[in-house]
């Protein structure tokens, strides 16, 4: 970023067309090429089904702020799940921070995916709550605590493991793969993402904390973890 405010970004031109049209068989051989797939669908839907390695963004939050720091600038993306309008608006968001590396949208979504033969993955879905009861089972799992610093320092779930989002493809090495990977953030937008970078780092049972942090405290979890 340093680098392009000093030598001025390329200018992108006329108003881009619309993200081209991918078939399934298209958007695979994007992939063994090395294009990112940003799924724009919001984190239940993703769990329910997914492409592999592909990134868990939803168009709902701050959308080009996450694929930026995340997806390599020049890398080509593929956005998957949402209809054509929200393309159009995921397209228009990361035009404005100078990512014009589209190189189309799935076609058909998800559905389109399946009836070509792609293989698709899933997650488990729970709440703050549900993640207490399976602590209090004793059952072995990580809780990993994907928000930032001052989130953290501010109150977290005993014997949780802190690792802020972006840090997450560097640190999943730290984390035991042969037990269950809980994770969440404050409202469970960006465990989402997180979750996805897991699945990228090899992890295999992962489970998205998709609720709010708060009814830790609200529910009263705190007094009943040791």
């Known amino acids: 970023m340093a680098a392009i405010n000093q030598a001025g970004a390329a200018l992108i031109g006329r108003k881009p067309d619309p993200p081209a049209r991918l078939t399934a068989a298209e958007v695979a051989a994007l992939i063994d090429a090395g294009a990112a797939v940003v799924d724009i669908r919001p984190g239940r839907e993703y769990d329910r089904g997914h492409i592999p390695g592909s990134y868990s963004v939803g168009l709902e939050g701050p959308w080009s702020a996450w694929v930026g720091w995340l997806v390599a600038r020049g890398r080509p993306i593929v956005l998957a799940g949402g209809t054509e309008a929200q393309h159009r608006e995921a397209q228009r968001q990361l035009y404005r921070i100078g990512f014009d590396t589209i190189a189309g949208a799935l076609d058909g979504g998800l ?22 009861a399976w602590i209090l089972s004793a059952e072995p799992m990580t809780v990993v605590d994907v928000r930032d610093e001052h989130e953290w320092s501010e109150g977290h779930v005993p014997g949780a ?21 809980a994770v969440h953030c404050a409202s469970g937008y960006r465990a989402g993402i997180a979750a996805s970078l897991l699945e990228q780092a090899g992890l295999k049972r992962i489970i998205h904390v998709n609720g709010q942090y708060s009814d ?9 973890i040791p």
Do not use: C, K, N, Q
Not at 164 to 180: K, L, N
Not at 216 to 224: Q, S, V
């Open 216 to 224: 830790w405290d609200r529910l009263h979890l705190a007094e009943t």
């Open 111 to 132: 559905d389109a995916w399946l009836s070509s033969g792609g293989e698709v993955s899933e997650f488990e879905t729970v709440d703050v709550e549900d993640m207490a």
């Open 161 to 181: 493991v802190h690792i802020y989002v972006p840090d997450v493809p560097y640190r999943a090495g730290e984390i035991p793969p042969e037990a269950p990977v």
